[in-house]
């Protein structure tokens, strides 16, 4: 996995909720996301800058992210991002702090491979899936799921269940399905004209 450098600062949580609205809204007018930081002894809230943020968010990859908060350095994934629904600004992350030896929890984005004997029989080849979730080590955890079609056939589907990466654990339903190569019309009439 990627890792990505992000600097942050703490914050203070003012006592009164009228209080705390007027903080963060200061926060965003200096160009500073909210954010708060889960898993380790304590919850830790803190500031992120705007420019960092967005080239970490909009990707389809996956980094850990090497956190630096007021000079002290962790580790750290994201877990949620809220937006603004009109604009799309982001208005608040929740960061998930990780550990070497406590397996994490993320979601993996999976990725096909090869020519699918279905396709070349006129279906058309779906991912249903983009993304996996796992259960893992973060040093374990692959930048993508790699998952080879070549001997899928025409109607045929390929689970999670009969998916296994080396060190992972796979957390989503077994019979959900990951891909399939669906029949389309002229794979149809082509089946009809040999019978």
């Not at 669906?182 to 019978?195: C, F, N, P, W, Y």
């Amino acid at each position: 996995m990627k890792t990505f450098q992000l600097e942050a600062k703490g914050r203070e949580i003012p006592a009164t909720s009228a209080d705390r609205k007027r903080a963060i809204k200061a926060l965003r007018k200096e160009k500073e996301i909210p954010a708060v930081l889960y898993g380790g002894e304590e919850v830790k809230h803190i500031s992120l800058a705007q420019e960092g943020v967005r080239s970490l968010i909009y990707t389809p990859e996956i980094f850990v992210i090497d956190l630096s908060i007021d000079g002290k350095n962790t580790k750290a994934i994201i877990k949620d991002v809220q937006f603004q629904p009109v604009t799309d600004e982001i208005m608040h992350i929740d960061l998930l702090e990780v550990f070497e030896n406590k397996p994490m929890v993320i979601e993996v984005p999976v990725v096909l491979e090869g020519y699918a004997e279905g396709v070349k029989s006129g279906g058309k080849l779906t991912l249903r899936m983009r993304k996996l979730k796992v259960k893992a080590l973060y040093t374990n955890v692959p930048e993508r799921l790699t998952i080879n079609v070549e001997n899928l056939g025409l109607g045929k589907t390929i689970q999670v269940g009969s998916l296994s990466f080396d060190n992972l654990e796979l957390l989503n339903a077994k019979n959900a399905v990951v891909c399939a190569v669906q029949l389309t019309r002229a794979a149809r009439g082509a089946m009809a004209k040999k019978a």
